[in-house]
């Protein structure tokens, strides 16, 4: 059983920058996934990042690549999600996930059994 607490959430005009945090506890983290998704006001939640914590691979959705990015620390068992040049379209809770890393591209909600309460993010214009 893994435990995800997501922290780092705020209001920031666009433009601007935040970083989220997702601390994992209940094990360590080799061979796991560890990804980021955000569900908007009326909309589905959808996939934004994801990290394989062993290699540290990394994959983003389109829309936030060159402006996010997410890390991992070994040592705190945590991972991260730098987010640069904020828009209003980025205005969404964010959720952290975890998955023992299974075959295919970890970006969907089903590929991951671990959840997080969220975080609010609002970019105003």
């Known amino acids: 059983q893994v435990q995800l607490v997501e922290s780092g959430g705020g209001l920031v005009q666009a433009g601007g920058s935040l970083r989220l945090s997702c601390a994992a506890s209940?094990?360590?983290?080799?061979?796991?996934?560890m990804g980021w998704f955000r569900q908007a006001p009326g909309k589905e939640r959808e996939f934004v990042a994801r990290i394989t914590w062993s290699t540290t691979n990394t994959y983003y959705t389109d829309s936030v690549k060159g402006r996010f990015t997410i890390s991992r620390d070994n040592a705190k068992n945590t991972v991260y999600l730098q987010m640069n040049s904020l828009k209003p379209e980025d205005t969404a809770v964010y959720y952290c996930?975890?998955?023992?890393?299974?075959?295919?591209?970890?970006?969907?909600?089903?590929?991951?059994?671990?959840w997080g309460q969220g975080t609010q993010v609002t970019v105003s214009s």
């Open positions: 996930a975890a998955s023992p890393l299974r075959s295919g591209w970890s970006v969907s909600e089903s590929d991951y059994d671990y």
């Open positions: 209940g094990r360590t983290l080799s061979g796991y996934v």
